[in-house]
C-alpha cells in the first residue's frame, strides 16, 4: 500500500514536499516513482529512486526537483521549487518490483491513490 500526503495549494515560486509512505513489503531490488496527470494529459514521470540510489527525473522538473527515499522507514520524499503553475496535477507514488525500468508507468506494481497540487497566485 502506498499513501502519498503533502499536497495542497501553493503559490507560484514556493517550494512544495510530497511524502510517500510504503507499507507491505517492500523487494530488496525496487524502484519508486512520482508521477502527476493534469487534466486531459497523460500521466507523466516526475522523478524515481532505486534501491540502489540512482535517481531519474522528468524533463519538466528537471533542476527543480530532488527524490529521496528512507529505506528504513520505506518512505520516499519529493520537493519541487520554484513551483509554476503547470506543475499543478494529481501527483501519485508508484512501487516497482525491479530496479531496471523506471520511466514508464508501465513498469510499475503498485500505486498510491494520489494527492493533489494546485500551484496559483
Known amino acids: 500500500q502506498l499513501v502519498e500526503s503533502g499536497g495542497g495549494v501553493v503559490r507560484p515560486g514556493d517550494s512544495l514536499r510530497l511524502s510517500c509512505a510504503i507499507s507491505?513489503?517492500?523487494?530488496?531490488?525496487?524502484?519508486t516513482g512520482w508521477f502527476r496527470q493534469a487534466p486531459g494529459k497523460e500521466r507523466e514521470l516526475v522523478a524515481a529512486?532505486?534501491?540502489?540510489?540512482?535517481?531519474e527525473y522528468g524533463n519538466s522538473v528537471m533542476g527543480r526537483a530532488t527524490v529521496s527515499e528512507d529505506n528504513t522507514n520505506h518512505a520516499s520524499l519529493l520537493q519541487i521549487d520554484n513551483l509554476k503553475p503547470e506543475d499543478t496535477a494529481t501527483y501519485f507514488c508508484?512501487?516497482?518490483?525491479?530496479?531496471?525500468?523506471?520511466?514508464?508507468?508501465?513498469?510499475?506494481?503498485?500505486w498510491g491513490q494520489g494527492t493533489q497540487v494546485t500551484v496559483s497566485s
Open positions: 508508484a512501487h516497482a518490483r525491479q530496479k531496471t525500468l523506471v520511466r514508464p508507468a508501465a513498469a510499475y506494481d503498485f
Open positions: 507491505g513489503g517492500v523487494s530488496m531490488n525496487h524502484a
Open positions: 529512486i532505486t534501491s540502489t540510489g540512482r535517481t
